[in-house]
């Protein structure tokens, strides 16, 4: 059974926005759209309407005193640019209050408030909000003029050497000018590792350890007694 | 000032109270100090008694500086900017109170001595009694003097103090005042109104125009409505820090690289200062990556362990950025906002390398769960608004 929806907005496009919502749920069914309240309370004595998207600011009656004349008004969801209305919404016991623009994912939201009984849509595959590119994490360093992306899974450790550090990866290495402690700053804490005065280590690509020394890929190095307690805390 | 009433309050209770102290410790102190006057006679001991009546008997002289300095040079002459009034009155003041001291050390002292002490104690005292007019008037200015002086100085300080602490409060209700006029001058609902229907024309020809119009709704809309706000939902100044860089972004096709890392878990519970990782990352776009030519990127984590959330901030610049502008006002901002609101619970480091800026920010924030309900719900705490 639909779910049969009125759309009342005294503005062309703020209806428009509405209508493609609606129909983009097949639960819903748009009954009809009004452009302002006076028109709607005929709509409302002709035919049964289980929701209301309901604009608040319209000329002649505005959308709160037009909910008052209602005596058993249906489900209201408020659409508006205004804020301050919210209190009074709830007061009215209105489902939910939307502020313009709406996002899908936040209509969607305020149908299921309510109807909770309906099955609830996923909102994954309609309208994915802001796409975040999901990349792994990673660093620049530059090395011999250029800038070097270097994947932060790839590092397997870090030496400094005077001015200058040796990245160590799984494939290759880049050398580059900074400073040890700078090139530490730069990686998150719960992956690497100080184990030395000069080296940093790359804590998952960690194979064996003893007091003195780390094994990483088949290279040993040193932890420095300033940092075995710590190094041996972690490990 | 209601922090501590003892030293500002100006309830009567409050200012005997402190008046009292004030008094009694110097009394104290004077006991003392005339205690040790050199008698190869008398042992410390044996010289209390008589030099506990000496700081008594001097404390009216005192009493009268001290108190003609706070109550009258200070805030009729020196307050009032009579700086030549006030150097000529304070010579007065000190001169007569140095004379009432000589008065007392002349005509008062002894009779008293001689009335309470014995005999011998009083053949001690008489050895260092001077009788000479001038040289009791001299005495009286030094034990005079650093006690008016230090009254002065104290009074002096609070008046400072509390006019900082007002200024401080005028200038922030300024500032408050100045954004309610902003506010008003943008009329939300026909900004609201209008994005809402230029959203509707981008819905048909440009998936990537609505996008942006949304983004740039919730942005305006998270900054009009919620920032007023003591503290938002963590989650909410994420969203809107991935909204911003997304907005951001468009700008460089698709050169600009971007690794963001947010914290997976709930974080409607945890709740921060509005705007305060927002300048952060404004500042890698406005002073970093915008000026780059070859190969800008920008790396984001942010983690959230129990109530400390750690945040990682990478972003590439050109080597030739002088160090004064990467980091910006804005930095400096947030840095005095996380003093004033986080005192002691953050951890702010800045790196500014020469290719790359780096910021790690960790921060103590608050859990909340009975505000759990309320806080998902953006449009009524707007509504408080």
Same mark, same amino acid.
């Given at each position: 059974?639909?779910?049969?929806?009125?759309?009342?907005?005294?503005?062309?496009?703020?209806?428009?926005?509405?209508?493609?919502?609606?129909?983009?749920?097949?639960?819903?069914?748009?009954?009809?759209?009004?452009?302002?309240?006076?028109?709607?309370?005929?709509?409302?004595?002709?035919?049964?309407?289980?929701?209301?998207?309901?604009?608040?600011?319209?000329?002649?009656?505005?959308?709160?005193?037009?909910?008052?004349?209602?005596?058993?008004?249906?489900?209201?969801?408020?659409?508006?640019?205004?804020?301050?209305?919210?209190?009074?919404?709830?007061?009215?016991?209105?489902?939910?209050?939307?502020?313009?623009?709406?996002?899908?994912?936040?209509?969607?939201?305020?149908?299921?408030?309510?109807?909770?009984?309906?099955?609830?849509?996923?909102?994954?595959?309609?309208?994915?909000?802001?796409?975040?590119?999901?990349?792994?994490?990673?660093?620049?360093?530059?090395?011999?003029?250029?800038?070097?992306?270097?994947?932060?899974?790839?590092?397997?450790?870090?030496?400094?050497?005077?001015?200058?550090?040796?990245?160590?990866?799984?494939?290759?290495?880049? /050398?580059?000018?900074?400073?040890?402690?700078?090139?530490?700053?730069?990686?998150?804490?719960?992956?690497?590792?100080?184990?030395?005065?000069?080296?940093?280590?790359?804590?998952?690509?960690?194979?064996?350890?003893?007091?003195?020394?780390?094994?990483?890929?088949?290279?040993?190095?040193? /932890?420095?007694?300033?940092?075995?307690?710590?190094?041996?805390?972690?490990? | 000032?209601?922090?501590?009433?003892?030293?500002?309050?100006?309830?009567?209770?409050?200012?005997?109270?402190?008046?009292?102290?004030?008094?009694?410790?110097?009394?104290?102190?004077?006991?003392?100090?005339?205690?040790?006057?050199?008698?190869?006679?008398?042992?410390?001991?044996?010289?209390?008694?008589?030099?506990?009546?000496?700081?008594?008997?001097?404390?009216?002289?005192?009493?009268?500086?001290?108190?003609?300095?706070?109550?009258?040079?200070?805030?009729?002459?020196?307050?009032?900017?009579?700086?030549?009034?006030?150097?000529?009155?304070?010579?007065?003041?000190?001169?007569?109170?140095?004379?009432?001291?000589?008065?007392?050390?002349?005509?008062?002292?002894?009779?008293?001595?001689?009335?309470?002490?014995?005999?011998?104690?009083?053949?001690?005292?008489?050895?260092?009694?001077?009788?000479?007019?001038?040289?009791?008037?001299?005495?009286?200015?030094?034990?005079?003097?650093?006690?008016?002086?230090?009254?002065?100085?104290?009074?002096?300080?609070?008046?400072?103090?509390?006019?900082?602490?007002?200024?401080?409060?005028?200038?922030?209700?300024?500032?408050?005042?100045?954004?309610?006029?902003?506010?008003?001058?943008?009329?939300?609902?026909?900004?609201?109104?209008?994005?809402?229907?230029?959203?509707?024309?981008?819905?048909?020809?440009?998936?990537?125009?609505?996008?942006?119009?949304?983004?740039?709704?919730?942005?305006?809309?998270?900054?009009?409505?919620?920032?007023?706000?003591?503290?938002?939902?963590?989650?909410?100044?994420?969203?809107?820090?991935?909204?911003?860089?997304?907005?951001?972004?468009?700008?460089?096709?698709?050169?600009?690289?971007?690794?963001?890392?947010?914290?997976?878990?709930?974080?409607?519970?945890?709740?921060?200062?509005?705007?305060?990782?927002?300048?952060?990352?404004?500042?890698?776009?406005?002073?970093?990556?915008?000026?780059?030519?070859?190969?800008?990127?920008?790396?984001?984590?942010?983690?959230?362990?129990?109530?400390?959330?750690?945040?990682?901030?990478?972003?590439?610049?050109?080597?030739?950025?002088?160090?004064?502008?990467?980091?910006?006002?804005?930095?400096?901002?947030?840095?005095?906002?996380?003093?004033?609101?986080?005192?002691?619970?953050?951890?702010?480091?800045?790196?500014?390398?020469?290719?790359?800026?780096?910021?790690?920010?960790?921060?103590?924030?608050?859990?909340?769960?009975?505000?759990?309900?309320?806080?998902?719900?953006?449009?009524?705490?707007?509504?408080?608004?």
């Amino acid at each position: 059974m639909a779910i049969k929806c009125l759309i009342i907005d005294d503005e062309p496009p703020a209806r428009e926005v509405l209508k493609r919502y609606v129909e983009q749920l097949p639960m819903l069914h748009l009954s009809g759209e009004c452009s302002n309240a006076i028109q709607a309370i005929g709509m409302l004595q002709q035919q049964d309407i289980d929701l209301l998207f309901l604009d608040i600011r319209m000329p002649q009656l505005n959308g709160i005193d037009f909910l008052r004349t209602l005596n058993a008004p249906p489900k209201i969801i408020f659409t508006t640019a205004f804020a301050e209305y919210a209190v009074e919404g709830y007061e009215l016991d209105i489902a939910d209050y939307l502020m313009k623009p709406i996002r899908f994912d936040r209509f969607i939201k305020a149908v299921n408030k309510a109807f909770p009984k309906q099955p609830t849509i996923d909102t994954e595959e309609k309208f994915q909000p802001l796409e975040e590119k999901r990349t792994e994490s990673f660093v620049y360093f530059r090395a011999d003029r250029k800038m070097v992306k270097v994947l932060l899974n790839d590092i397997l450790y870090i030496e400094s050497m005077k001015d200058y550090v040796k990245v160590f990866t799984t494939h290759n290495t880049i /050398i580059t000018k900074q400073s040890l402690s700078s090139v530490e700053t730069m990686l998150p804490e719960k992956r690497f590792i100080r184990t030395h005065r000069s080296f940093i280590v790359a804590i998952q690509h960690i194979s064996t350890f003893t007091n003195e020394i780390i094994e990483v890929n088949k290279t040993e190095i040193p /932890i420095g007694k300033l940092y075995r307690n710590a190094v041996l805390k972690l490990l | 000032m209601t922090e501590h009433p003892f030293i500002f309050s100006n309830e009567p209770k409050y200012r005997i109270q402190r008046h009292l102290y004030f008094w009694t410790s110097w009394c104290l102190f004077q006991t003392i100090l005339y205690g040790f006057v050199h008698t190869p006679e008398t042992s410390f001991m044996d010289r209390l008694p008589s030099s506990f009546i000496d700081a008594i008997l001097y404390m009216p002289s005192h009493i009268f500086l001290s108190y003609s300095l706070m109550y009258f040079v200070i805030p009729f002459y020196i307050l009032r900017h009579k700086y030549v009034l006030s150097a000529i009155w304070i010579i007065l003041v000190i001169l007569s109170s140095a004379a009432l001291s000589a008065f007392t050390s002349l005509y008062v002292i002894n009779p008293v001595r001689s009335f309470f002490l014995s005999p011998s104690a009083m053949a001690a005292c008489a050895l260092t009694n001077n009788n000479s007019f001038f040289f009791s008037l001299m005495a009286g200015l030094r034990g005079g003097i650093s006690i008016g002086g230090m009254a002065a100085a104290i009074k002096l300080m609070k008046h400072w103090y509390t006019e900082g602490q007002r200024n401080l409060q005028l200038q922030k209700e300024n500032i408050q005042s100045q954004l309610q006029v902003l506010k008003a001058q943008v009329h939300p609902h026909f900004l609201f109104n209008t994005l809402n229907n230029i959203y509707s024309y981008t819905q048909n020809t440009s998936a990537t125009a609505s996008k942006l119009v949304m983004g740039m709704s919730d942005i305006i809309r998270y900054m009009l409505y919620e920032c007023n706000q003591p503290l938002v939902p963590l989650s909410k100044e994420l969203t809107m820090i991935s909204e911003y860089i997304n907005l951001e972004r468009i700008r460089y096709g698709n050169q600009l690289e971007l690794h963001i890392e947010l914290p997976n878990e709930d974080t409607c519970n945890t709740f921060i200062s509005p705007l305060l990782i927002i300048p952060f990352v404004e500042n890698c776009f406005k002073h970093g990556l915008s000026n780059m030519l070859e190969h800008p990127w920008l790396s984001l984590t942010v983690l959230l362990d129990g109530n400390q959330m750690t945040m990682k901030l990478l972003n590439s610049k050109p080597a030739t950025t002088n160090v004064l502008h990467a980091a910006g006002i804005g930095i400096d901002n947030v840095r005095r906002r996380l003093e004033l609101l986080y005192p002691g619970k953050y951890e702010l480091v800045i790196n500014n390398e020469e290719e790359v800026f780096i910021v790690n920010l960790k921060l103590e924030l608050e859990k909340r769960k009975d505000l759990n309900i309320l806080s998902q719900e953006p449009i009524l705490m707007a509504a408080h608004a």
